[in-house]
């Protein structure tokens, strides 16, 4: 019986932080969290198969490493894109579609509880918008980085 109290009360204080980040509701601090242990597992395999683009396995995800990504120019198809560009450089502000220009609802999950709440969906649009900026798949340490950085936008 006293185990089960233990393993309770163990529970509850790992369970804290999950509720104590800011404007992020539960469901999407736990989807957000679940999303950096398998993309920390998969960078690993990435970086093993020499997927990484220099990336180091044990390297943790930050804040900063996701923002320069969010804000980095990829110029392609006689165009200059960024994820800033439909998303503004404030994932906390609305932003617009570069072609069809419809209000894009904010990015940061601190301010829309729409966003990442659905790890399906987190992965779909990841890989749909990595193809529309690179051509191919973001790595999982540039999608780790941006979750991590996308986190700390209070």
């Not at 309770?8 to 950096?36: C, D, R, T, W, Y």
């Not at 943790?60 to 994820?83: M, N, V």
């Not at 502000?93 to 790890?119: M, Y």
Request: hydrophobic share 40%; aromatic share 8%; proline share 5%.
């Amino acid at each position: 019986m006293k185990k089960a109290y233990v393993l309770l009360a163990l529970a509850g204080l790992i369970a804290f932080p999950v509720h104590a980040e800011g404007n992020i509701s539960a469901k999407q601090s736990e989807v957000m969290k679940k999303l950096l242990v398998a993309y920390a597992a998969k960078a690993k395999v990435e970086v093993k198969e020499e997927k990484g683009r220099g990336t180091v396995s044990d390297k943790p995800f930050t804040a900063e490493a996701g923002q320069k990504f969010f804000l980095i120019r990829r110029t392609w198809q006689s165009g200059d894109f960024t994820c800033s560009g439909c998303h503004t450089e404030d994932p906390r502000k609305e932003g617009k579609h570069i072609k069809t220009k419809a209000p894009i609802k904010p990015l940061a999950p601190s301010v829309n509880p729409e966003r990442f709440v659905d790890v399906q969906k987190v992965e779909a649009n990841f890989t749909a918008h990595c193809m529309d900026l690179h051509e191919r798949d973001c790595t999982a340490y540039e999608k780790g980085n941006l979750i991590a950085y996308l986190m700390s936008v209070k």
